[in-house]
Each structure stands twice: as structure tokens, then as C-alpha cells.
């Protein structure tokens, strides 16, 4: 299969979106801005946000939860698929690829990037979409640096159930099968990439892609180990996901 959407949308973010904030938490993106889509025409300012306070550090914008303090980011989530493949994406919005989805949530992915840079994270594809580069392209750019970036930051992500009255947190990796190895993922960060305003559509809700396990250049996280370019790598491990429509929350939290 081809790779999902890596040709020509690398620097199409918005460099500030429209914000109200209440009580106390800083704000370095205000105003509006109209953001470059790939094609050089201009985006639409980006909706407005609100984000509420409902803790002495923590906020909510939409159905995410997040901690000023910590860092640490709340998604409500259901688990879509427990066995089989290939999968895709770790999380999807419900009218995404859910065919190809280990987790569903209804949390927009704009609202996702606005906490993003909330609580300061860094977004960044470096190189991790190079693997899709002619080769005689792959080198030049090596050679000459040029349209060299750094990649975002690493973000850990793990999974929260309840189970017998308790509250378990779990590698979300754990519940994706690695067909080479035949053996759970293992657990290893994911990379802030951060998605795009084309057209004056923001990426990641358009087509609903949020987590990737294949590289997508729209989705907000990639995944950066090995075989992250082979979409019939990964499926989901029955040994170990819960059962379909068991709601949990994902939680990501500053990789150490």
C-alpha cells in the first residue's frame, strides 16, 4: 500500500489559534491567524477553544482533561478492536478509520493539538517520514541538511481500566500484536508530529486520524521504532486487549 499523505503538507501548521482561557493558565498562542495550506492558498482562522478550569492545575477543553503541573493529558476512549488486523492507528475520532483502529474516541484532534502547545510540548516530523523519499532524494537531504527539522517530543502513552473495582494503568503497547515477532509491541515512545490546516480544514479531523502506528503524516503522533512504515505489521493482541466497546482512558504524559 502507499503511504498515507507524505508528499507535500511538512510546514502547513498554524502558527497561533484562537483561544479563551478562565483562570490562570498561561496562554502563549492568542489571536487568529490564517495558516499557509500546502497548495499556497489561505486556511480559515481555527475555531475558537474554551478551556475551563476544574482543579487547582487541572483543565479541561472539550472531553480532554489536562494537568498544568504534570503535563500529563486525559483521553476517554473505547476499544474497537481486540483481535486481528492490520492495524493502523492506535486511536481514531468515531468517523475515521475505525476499520483499521485498535481504540476509538469522539475528542477532536484540534482540541487535542491546542493542549499540545497548552502545556508547551514541542511538534516535529525530523525525519521520520524520510523512509518514503526516493532514495536518491533521502540522500540529498542527509547531504546537503536542507529542509532538516527536529523531531517533536516523545510522549508516553498508557491506557487506564477499571478491573474488579480497581483502577489499573497499562503500556497501551501491550495490546498490539507485532506479527514479525509474534509478540506484544513493545513499549516505546511516540513522537509529537503534529497535523496540518489545508484548505482551510484541519487534517486530523477531516479524516479523523489522531495516534498512528503506520506513519501518517496527518495524524497528530507517530511512532518512531522499526516497522512503523509497514502497514501489515501490527494487529491487535486478544491476549490482552479488553473486550470491544470497553470504555478506558488513554493518558499521555512527557516520555522520561
Same mark, same amino acid.
Given at each position: 500500500?502507499?503511504?498515507?499523505?507524505?508528499?507535500?503538507?511538512?510546514?502547513?501548521?498554524?502558527?497561533?489559534?484562537?483561544? %479563551?482561557?478562565?483562570?490562570?493558565?498561561? %496562554?502563549?498562542?492568542?489571536?487568529?491567524?490564517?495558516?499557509?495550506?500546502?497548495?499556497?492558498?489561505?486556511?480559515?482562522?481555527?475555531?475558537?477553544?474554551?478551556?475551563?478550569?476544574?482543579?487547582?492545575?487541572?483543565? @479541561?477543553?472539550?472531553?480532554?482533561?489536562?494537568?498544568?503541573?504534570?503535563?500529563?493529558?486525559?483521553?476517554?476512549?473505547?476499544?474497537?478492536?481486540?483481535?486481528?488486523?492490520?492495524?493502523?492507528?492506535?486511536?481514531?475520532?468515531?468517523?475515521?478509520?475505525?476499520?483499521?483502529?485498535?481504540?476509538?474516541?469522539?475528542?477532536?484532534?484540534?482540541?487535542?493539538?491546542?493542549?499540545?502547545?497548552? %502545556?508547551?510540548?514541542?511538534?516535529?516530523?525530523?525525519?521520520?517520514?524520510?523512509?518514503?523519499?526516493?532514495?536518491?532524494?533521502? @540522500?540529498?537531504?542527509?547531504?546537503?541538511?536542507?529542509?532538516?527539522?527536529? @523531531?517533536?517530543?516523545?510522549?508516553?502513552?498508557?491506557?487506564?481500566?477499571?478491573?474488579?473495582?480497581?483502577?489499573?494503568?497499562?503500556?497501551?503497547?501491550?495490546?498490539?500484536?507485532?506479527?514479525?515477532?509474534?509478540?506484544?509491541?513493545?513499549?516505546?515512545?511516540?513522537?509529537?508530529?503534529?497535523?496540518?490546516?489545508?484548505?482551510?480544514?484541519?487534517?486530523?479531523?477531516?479524516?479523523?486520524?489522531?495516534?498512528?502506528?503506520?506513519?501518517?503524516?496527518?495524524?497528530?503522533?507517530?511512532?518512531?521504532?522499526?516497522?512503523?512504515?509497514?502497514?501489515?505489521?501490527?494487529?491487535?493482541?486478544?491476549?490482552?486487549?479488553?473486550?470491544?466497546?470497553?470504555?478506558?482512558?488513554?493518558?499521555?504524559?512527557?516520555?522520561?
Amino acid at each position: 500500500m502507499h503511504p498515507r499523505r507524505h508528499e507535500s503538507r511538512r510546514s502547513s501548521f498554524p502558527g497561533k489559534l484562537s483561544l %479563551l482561557l478562565m483562570a490562570g493558565l498561561a %496562554l502563549p498562542l492568542q489571536g487568529q491567524e490564517k495558516a499557509e495550506s500546502g497548495n499556497g492558498s489561505e486556511a480559515a482562522p481555527a475555531p475558537e477553544a474554551r478551556v475551563t478550569k476544574i482543579g487547582e492545575h487541572r483543565y @479541561r477543553l472539550g472531553e480532554i482533561t489536562f494537568d498544568s503541573k504534570d503535563r500529563e493529558i486525559r483521553i476517554p476512549a473505547v476499544v474497537n478492536m481486540r483481535e486481528g488486523g492490520p492495524i493502523e492507528y492506535l486511536l481514531v475520532h468515531e468517523n475515521g478509520a475505525v476499520h483499521e483502529a485498535l481504540l476509538t474516541t469522539t475528542v477532536r484532534g484540534l482540541d487535542l493539538q491546542i493542549v499540545f502547545k497548552l %502545556l508547551r510540548f514541542q511538534s516535529g516530523e525530523g525525519d521520520l517520514f524520510d523512509t518514503f523519499l526516493p532514495e536518491e532524494e533521502r @540522500r540529498q537531504k542527509i547531504e546537503t541538511g536542507e529542509g532538516k527539522t527536529q @523531531r517533536g517530543d516523545a510522549v508516553s502513552l498508557v491506557v487506564e481500566i477499571e478491573k474488579e473495582g480497581k483502577t489499573r494503568e497499562l503500556p497501551v503497547a501491550g495490546w498490539i500484536l507485532d506479527a514479525e515477532t509474534g509478540k506484544a509491541m513493545t513499549d516505546e515512545p511516540w513522537i509529537l508530529t503534529g497535523s496540518h490546516f489545508y484548505n482551510g480544514n484541519f487534517l486530523a479531523d477531516t479524516e479523523g486520524s489522531l495516534i498512528g502506528v503506520y506513519l501518517d503524516q496527518v495524524a497528530l503522533l507517530n511512532m518512531s521504532r522499526k516497522g512503523a512504515e509497514n502497514d501489515e505489521r501490527w494487529g491487535a493482541n486478544a491476549d490482552a486487549t479488553p473486550e470491544v466497546g470497553r470504555k478506558v482512558t488513554l493518558v499521555l504524559r512527557p516520555a522520561k
